[in-house]
């Protein structure tokens, strides 16, 4: 079975705080694409970061920073230096095949507060 | 610039009537998406069409029909079957399949 799980449903921290967002996913598939998007107030869903299963290097852009584990099947997303703006719902996604094609399945969220 | 557009915005609709949502892209991708999110929830996949003339159905199509004529336009009916149309509806396109996903600003649709 092919599943995305974000298990923290709200987390809420002060400015200036770091923060990570946990994803764990499951697929039988060797070859899958892991995403994380950003759903701002706005409701438009923003690409943040995609990964492939063979790359598991961290990545680090700018205050925002992704662990991937492929023993732990984790794809962890970390912001340092949290602003308020940073406020919003954040999805991870697991690309799989569906019917002979692939989609992706979204975690459900994590929607993060940041009090000023 | 290229994006995705959705229209409208904000859109009522009295039960039994059909309602159809717009979504148009300039990105010259080939596959398009459509996705519902009701409150507090993820995305689900209702319809996706990899090419033109072409589209399959996701994890909740019941209620819903699409067309796929043109590259750039993949228009979603909401239809008097929909039991429970009242959500915050999100299109998507990609290149291909496993590719990035880009969303356009979403529909809300309200049914009164």
């Known amino acids: 079975a092919q599943k995305v799980t974000q298990a923290q449903t709200e987390i809420s921290v002060v400015e200036k705080e770091d923060v990570t967002l946990d994803c764990v996913y499951e697929?039988?598939?060797?070859?899958?694409?892991l995403f994380w998007y950003k759903q701002p107030p706005s409701g438009e869903l923003v690409f943040l970061i995609r990964?492939?299963?063979?790359?598991?290097q961290n990545e680090i852009s700018g205050r925002y920073s992704w662990n991937f584990q492929k023993s732990t099947s984790s794809f962890n997303f970390t912001i340092t230096a949290s602003q308020v703006v940073d406020s919003a719902v954040y999805f991870c996604?697991?690309?799989?095949?569906?019917?002979?094609?692939?989609?992706?399945?979204f975690g459900s969220g994590t929607r993060l507060s940041i009090r000023p | 610039d290229g994006g995705i557009t959705q229209s409208p915005k904000y859109l009522f609709r009295k039960e039994g009537q059909n309602v159809t949502l717009s979504c148009e892209q300039n990105?010259?991708?080939?596959?398009m998406y459509w996705y519902r999110q009701d409150p507090g929830q993820g995305l689900r996949l209702i319809y996706y069409?990899?090419?033109?003339?072409?589209?399959q159905k996701g994890d909740i199509a019941e209620g819903y029909s699409v067309s796929r004529e043109k590259k750039e336009s993949f228009p979603l009916t909401v239809t008097s079957a929909q039991k429970n149309p009242t959500a915050f509806y999100l299109c998507?396109?990609?290149?291909?399949?496993?590719?990035?996903?880009?969303f356009g600003p979403g529909t809300r649709l309200t049914v009164l």
């Open positions: 990105l010259n991708h080939d596959a």
């Open positions: 996604a697991l690309s799989a095949w569906y019917s002979s094609a692939s989609k992706i399945i």
């Open positions: 697929t039988r598939d060797t070859t899958y694409y």
């Open positions: 990964r492939n299963s063979f790359d598991e």
């Open positions: 069409s990899q090419i033109v003339n072409d589209f």
């Open positions: 998507a396109s990609s290149i291909g399949h496993s590719d990035t996903q880009y």
